[in-house]
């Protein structure tokens, strides 16, 4: 067996590769991964202590909050903003770009999105959830970062991962370089690479999607589920209906496995659920740094220039053949412009 290299020591390795690197990346993803330990010593006791469940409180995405999303939210707010290399973060939890105040964070470069646990519907029934966080440089010259700092296209990234609590858990990141995962040895208590270089299937033969809501689909989305169904040797289907219901343990899968997850808009979320900076942005840098793809049904998403800091968006994100049938099939059956008008 060959040596174990550690989240810290690959951090460090690899830091020639990014082209600004002075060393703060690299502190603040070992900051990063240190929030992540935290949260998966808390999720993992999480029916022993009084953390469970939900706080009688409501975010701004008008969602109940669970206990252990506020804590999961304290402690990846409180491990950037030691560090002193990030100047601002935006949170799902909160509405407004919180500003890290401290003595060098207004000469810190960089700025973090994240999403603190993502599939928090499902913490109170032992279902694997996570957290997505995304890094860009400032774009401010100055002192406290600013919303606009945020407000940058996901081509902008400098780096992007997430962590997954389940049975075991891993943190999966990206600067542009590839996807490596890292497993956590509890044991030891460090991450270690456990999938290096990670690659997705181009063709997969699993579809990730609320099939409850199947009524409420664009045509062109109802046309890929069925298109999934029908029997074709040639092309191995039908393929297999995978979800579990936490974006980021569905999105881990389908890399592993090769498959698509689709959150497509509905009646009832006209614009899409998932959030474009800090959900769609990230996952779209690590699917295209593992081969995939990720589109908004008609454009690829990390194009798209973000208006808003919770601004939501449809997603369509996997192995690069699935991805491209849905936008076909959402292209071919859309209503016309002229004709949605009348």
């Known amino acids: ?57 409501v975010n701004i995405q008008g969602e109940n909050v669970k206990k252990l999303d506020i804590y999961a939210n304290k402690q990846f707010i409180a491990a950037l903003s030691v560090g002193g290399e990030c100047c601002a973060i935006a949170s799902e939890e909160n509405e407004e770009v919180i500003t890290v105040d401290n003595s060098v964070s207004t000469s810190a470069k960089y700025v973090v999105a994240l999403d603190p646990l993502d599939g928090s519907s499902n913490i109170d029934v032992n279902v694997s959830i996570g957290t997505i966080f995304s ?13 606009e700092d945020f407000l940058q296209p996901g081509t902008e990234q400098v780096a992007a991962g997430y962590v997954i609590y389940g049975s075991s858990t891993m943190m999966v990141y990206t600067t542009g370089k590839g996807v490596n995962g890292f497993t956590l040895d509890p044991s030891i208590g460090e991450f270690c690479l456990s999938h ?5 299937p181009k063709q997969g033969k699993i579809y ?31 393929f297999s209906s995978r979800y579990i219901g936490s974006a980021v343990a ?12 689709l959150y497509p808009t509905t009646s009832a979320s006209p614009k899409g659920k998932l959030r474009l900076v800090y959900e769609c942005n990230p996952l779209a840098f690590i ?27 449809p997603l369509f994100i996997g192995s ?6 849905i936008e076909e099939l959402l292209a071919k059956h859309s209503i016309p412009a002229a004709k949605a008008a009348k």
Do not use: W
């Open 320 to 325: 690069r053949d699935m991805v491209e049938k």
């Open 250 to 261: 569905d999105f881990h899968r389908n890399l592993i496995k090769g498959g698509v997850f």
């Open 196 to 200: 290096p270089n990670m690659q997705i």
């Open 287 to 313: 699917i295209e740094q593992a081969g995939g793809k990720a589109s908004n049904g008609s454009k690829r998403i990390m194009e798209v220039t973000p208006t808003s800091l919770h601004q939501r968006m």
């Open 1 to 57: 067996m060959g040596q174990v290299k550690t989240l810290g020591e690959f951090i460090v390795e690899k830091q020639a590769d990014f082209q600004y690197s002075k060393g703060e990346l690299t502190r603040l993803l070992s900051d990063i991964g240190i929030a992540a330990k935290i949260v998966h010593r808390e999720v993992n006791k999480a029916g022993l202590a009084d953390i469970l469940g939900e706080t009688g409180d």
């Open 208 to 238: 990730s999607i609320n099939e409850g809501n199947y009524v409420h689909f664009p045509d062109g989305v109802k046309k890929f589920i069925k298109y999934c169904q029908e029997e074709d040797a040639a092309t191995g289907r039908p």
């Open 135 to 147: 890094i860009y440089r400032r774009t401010s010259l100055s002192g406290p970062g600013t919303l």
